[in-house]
């Protein structure tokens, strides 16, 4: 069944944008009394769908029962990456349960972005986790940041973790055993070539222990999949 995210709920009526109201009638050609989830302020409701032809109305018929996850909030920080690769990791980690991505600019990223291109950008990005969201049958939608410095990341909250290829005795497997009673985890991933060293000492001094995913070194959009299902592995019940 289809899913949506709603922006606004009028009395049992809930408001979608113009991008999902064309998708129903154009893309998915629905029909009146057809059977739609809507998502509105971390519920979800089962709608159907009326006056399609003309002004759609999206009525609500019952509230679903809420899935209950114990994972920890995620905060996923990684740098500006080709368009291909930063839509899978968008897409995926999106579906692997991040709460927030932190778009952070590093001294070997490849993509340079004018001022100007950052609006763009995180209205793109923001439509990608968007839609992943509603694939994946989520209640919510990440938060994608405003672009930022490493120098930004001081006063983040949480556990905080910076993938590294210096580090070898600290690995993934030991330190998940450590925050089962964790809030809020966040996780840095450098570029490719990994984080100059000065970055990574940065990160150090305000709070990001470095740890190592193994032996492996692996490409840079696969190494926020590997840490979000072992996150995923170890707080799943």
Request: hydrophobic fraction near 35%; include cysteine.
């Amino acid at each position: 069944m289809q899913r949506y995210f709603s922006k606004e709920k009028i009395d049992n009526k809930l408001v979608l944008n113009d991008d999902d109201l064309y998708h129903i009638r154009t893309v998915m050609r629905m029909k009146d009394n057809d059977e739609i989830i809507v998502v509105y302020d971390k519920k979800a409701y089962l709608c159907c769908i009326e006056n399609v032809k003309e002004n759609i109305q999206i009525l609500i018929k019952k509230e679903l029962e809420k899935v209950d996850y114990k994972t920890p909030n995620i905060t996923l920080i990684i740098p500006i990456l080709k368009e291909q690769k930063m839509d899978l990791i968008l897409q995926k980690a999106t579906e692997l349960g991040v709460t927030e991505i932190i778009p952070i600019i590093t001294k070997r990223s490849i993509i340079k972005l004018n001022e100007k291109d950052y609006d763009k950008k995180i209205t793109r990005w923001s439509r990608i986790v968007k839609e992943a969201s509603e694939q994946s049958h989520r209640i919510d939608i990440p938060n994608i940041a405003t672009i930022k410095t490493i120098q930004e990341l001081d006063k983040i909250e949480g556990k905080s973790y910076v993938c590294s290829t210096k580090e070898k005795s600290k690995n993934i497997k030991f330190i998940m055993k450590n925050v089962k009673s964790c809030d809020k985890i966040n996780l840095v991933v450098g570029p490719e070539g990994g984080l100059d060293i000065e970055e990574e000492n940065l990160l150090n001094k305000i709070g990001f222990e470095s740890i190592t995913l193994g032996n492996r070194i692996l490409r840079v959009e696969t190494v926020p999949l590997v840490l979000l299902s072992i996150i995923n592995y170890e707080f799943m019940e």
